[in-house]
T-cell receptor
Framework: AQSVTQPDIHITVSEGASLELRCNYS??????LFWYVQSPGQGLQLLLK??????LVQGIKGFEAEFKRSQSSFNLRKPSVHWSDAAEYFC???????????FGTGTRLLVSP | GAVVSQHPSRVICKSGTSVKIECRSL??????MFWYRQFPKQSLMLMATSNEGSKATYEQGVEKDKFLINHASLTLSTLTVTSAHPEDSSFYIC?????????????FGPGTRLLVL
């Protein structure tokens, strides 16, 4: 069965600094990988996704993620964090022709002035 | 594009009553919709998968008689919490998977906060 691990529950980053949120997955085949962001009391917004091809994917709001098969990772990065990026970030994995997504436990990003 | 709405955004009800939550895909057709439950500061837990015109598939441990799901059209799925109790209080989020374009992607609604008194 698929599983997703986000090892960092909370991360605090200074505004303007770079960000990397970690995501490791467990799945026997090539996964479909997603990053979603959730602001307090809101639904989830898709930041980016990886299905195949170029392992470095660009998303909205200046985010990017890199799929590394050898490390079973799909880490999210942003070169310069803005205060508005403070939110909860969820990594998720699905299977090819998938019906379900499995979510990680989320990482709460705090942005300090 | 790919907008999903939920109604209501929040609801307060008395214990023992039933509550219906609607999930609509506004600008695309969705053969499959998903219902999730999220407890405070926790991740999303899939409750059920709803396919248009057929019975929903429930995840293990989810009571299908308590959480009734109907997916009557390609743009609407409803979740009815029957005989709600305080332990059903939670944040319920739906998502919809498009039938075209990029069908592998789920688009999420804004969520419905349910409080059962």
């Amino acid at each position: 069965a698929q599983s997703v691990t986000q090892p960092d529950i909370h991360i605090t980053v200074s505004e303007g600094a770079s960000l990397e949120l970690r995501c490791n997955y467990s799945y026997g085949a090539t996964p479909y990988l997603f990053w979603y962001v959730q602001s307090p009391g809101q639904g989830l917004q898709l930041l980016l996704k990886y299905f195949s091809g170029d392992t470095l994917v660009q998303g909205i709001k200046g985010f990017e993620a890199e799929f590394k098969r050898s490390q079973s990772s799909f880490n999210l990065r942003k070169p310069s964090v803005h205060w508005s990026d403070a939110a909860e970030y969820f990594c998720a994995v699905g299977k090819s022709g998938f019906q379900k997504l499995v979510f990680g436990t989320g990482t709460r990003l705090l942005v300090s002035p | 594009g790919a907008v999903v709405s939920q109604h209501p955004s929040r609801v307060i009800c008395k214990s023992g009553t039933s509550v219906k939550i609607e999930c609509r895909s506004l600008d695309f057709q969705a053969t499959t919709m998903f219902w999730y439950r999220q407890f405070p500061k926790q991740s999303l837990m899939l409750m059920a998968t709803s396919n248009e015109g057929s019975k929903a598939t429930y995840e293990q441990g989810v009571e299908k008689d308590k959480f009734l799901i109907n997916h009557a059209s390609l743009t609407l799925s409803t979740l009815t919490v029957t005989s709600a109790h305080p332990e059903d209080s939670s944040f319920y989020i739906c998502s919809a998977r498009s039938t075209s374009g990029v069908p592998e992607t789920q688009y999420f609604g804004p969520g419905t906060r349910l409080l059962v008194l």
